[in-house]
């Protein structure tokens, strides 16, 4: 998991056209409303309509509370076919929205386990004297 602040989520009523190069880099964006709450994940394969708010294209977020095992967030990511859930501090697991009484704590996605395990593998490789580089 990052932080949510780390995510740099974006406004729900920006239009698409003036931030599509970020959809180039990540392939999911959590969306805020004026008071920070995540309304929305926008997933890149959604944003067809340039002259649209991201809100209009955006899944209303996945989040699970911050209990929830790896385990069960990666099969819930490949279960729904999502990009990204929210963690949260309260809420019940099986709700599967967002409610104004959770708060977004952080972002976990399939990306951030790739790069995750990848350092990690990198770290080790480095350490082990003879490992492949």
């Known amino acids: 998991m990052i932080p949510f602040r780390e995510s740099r989520p974006l406004g729900a009523d920006l239009i698409l056209e003036n931030v599509a190069m970020r959809f180039l880099k990540d392939s999911a964006v959590p969306l805020v409303n004026d008071w920070g709450s995540c309304v929305g994940i ?19 977020p996945l989040c699970v509370p911050c209990s929830t095992s790896l385990e069960h967030v990666i099969d819930l990511l490949l279960r729904e076919k999502c990009e990204m859930v929210v963690v949260v501090k309260s809420g019940n697991m099986y709700e599967g929205s967002y409610t104004s009484s959770s708060r977004p704590l952080g972002v976990f996605s399939l990306g951030i386990l790739s790069e995750a395990t990848a350092n990690t593998a990198n770290t080790h490789d480095e350490c082990v004297p003879g490992a492949a580089t």
């Open 42 to 60: 926008v997933h890149s394969r959604d944003c067809t309509k340039m002259d649209s708010p991201l809100l209009s294209m955006a899944r209303p």
